[in-house]
């Protein structure tokens, strides 16, 4: 198994739209590449969004490194 965490730095006021694009659009294309999320999560710093992290598991490094080529 291979895993990957991912951190997107999210700008100031922006955390709804990212969380609303991974719902609605990111997710469908894991699935559609057969790319395992594993969950996400936010990080806050006091009274700012800041951070969206991720954790990707994939069978082999081979397929990350073919999963992460359809996103480019």
Do not use: H
Request: hydrophobic fraction near 40%.
């Amino acid at each position: 198994m291979q895993y990957e965490m991912r951190t997107y730095l999210v700008p100031e006021g922006r955390m709804d739209d990212i969380l609303a694009r991974f719902r609605d659009v990111t997710m469908g294309l894991f699935k559609k590449y057969d790319m395992e999320c594993l969950g996400f999560w936010t990080i806050t710093k006091p009274e700012e969004d800041y951070a969206l992290v991720y954790l990707m598991r994939y069978e082999s490094a081979e397929l990350a490194k073919i999963s992460i080529n359809c996103f480019l």
